[in-house]
């Protein structure tokens, strides 16, 4: 029987049906319950499958708005291993994707539901996901990356930068910080509001005088994982070693909090990274979408 989810009561059961399934993406409840409680079941894009009072699969979507259209995203699919193979996963999608086109959304993306989101794309090793993706008409629009690095033990250094004050943002600085992310990243802003809730303040900020140029975060999405970005400077003050300077002062926080590895996800100057931090990429993600 496929019915609608009610998070009350049946979490636990979604949880251990996810980590069951998700052979490369096992959470911590926390972690699990962002995905769900933050905004994943919040429009009511919800169902799950179960026999006999066990959860056997579940499906969540959410639609966001980008460059003013909407676009639905499949946030979580799972179907318990011993289920797979009966055509659980082909009925709970068809029933998100039916939902979505009684509101009207014609643009279906796998995963990547920035600012919450659990994964950029489709893990390429779900092969059996990727094949129920295409037979319902999802094609590959391209490839995204995470990347990975060991932390030393004793953090980085962290340098100020002549003329500039480099130092972690403070509650008061909150507005400044998101108007300053707005003006470039404004897809980015949710997460840098997450990271500024932290405590201690997961964000720092370059400073020429009282002028934001740059900054830095981390934890501010999948908090509990390790996880660094989103990160940017103002144009005018790029190639002056700022970024490599805020990033280090974040992963040097992570160490402090534990921390053996920083996972740095969704990347696009792996150069960067590879260079700064010696990371080097450890998952490939599908990008893929459906349109009609």
Not at 149 to 170: C, H, N
Not at 181 to 202: M, N, T
Not at 255 to 270: K, N
Request: aromatic share 10%.
């Amino acid at each position: 029987m496929i019915r609608r989810i009610e998070l009350d009561g049946e979490m636990d059961a979604l949880f251990q049906c996810w980590n069951a399934s998700a052979h490369f993406d096992r959470l911590p409840l926390e972690v699990f319950q962002e995905k769900l409680e933050d905004d994943g079941y919040r429009d009511g894009f919800g169902w799950v499958e179960e026999e006999e009072g066990a959860v056997c699969g579940f499906v969540v979507g959410v639609v966001r708005t980008v460059d003013r259209i909407s676009v639905g995203y499949v946030k979580l699919l799972a179907v318990h291993p011993e289920r797979r193979r009966q055509g659980s996963g082909s009925a709970l999608l068809v029933k998100l994707l039916d939902a979505f086109a009684v509101e009207g959304v014609n643009r279906i993306r796998i995963a990547e539901s920035a600012p919450n989101y659990l994964t950029p794309g489709l893990d390429v090793r779900y092969t059996p996901a990727l094949h129920l993706f295409e037979k319902h008409g999802f094609k590959t629009i391209g490839e995204a990356y995470n990347m990975e690095a060991s932390l030393p033990g004793e953090g980085y250094p962290t340098d100020q930068i002549l003329g500039l004050t480099i130092r972690r943002a403070q509650e008061a600085d909150g507005p400044e910080v998101e108007q300053f992310v707005a003006i470039e990243w404004k897809a980015w802003v949710p997460e840098v509001h997450c990271s500024l809730g932290r405590d201690p303040v997961a964000v720092h900020l370059a400073l020429n005088g009282e002028e934001i140029v740059a900054f830095s975060a981390y934890e501010g999405n999948n908090a509990s994982l390790g996880t660094f970005g989103p990160m940017g400077t103002a144009p005018e003050y790029r190639g002056r070693g700022i970024g490599e300077n805020l990033l280090k002062w974040c992963l040097t926080d992570l160490v402090h909090l534990g921390y053996e590895r920083v996972t740095i996800p969704w990347v696009a100057p792996i150069g960067f990274y590879t260079k700064t931090v010696h990371a080097t990429i450890s998952r490939v993600f599908t990008r893929m979408e459906k349109q009609s």
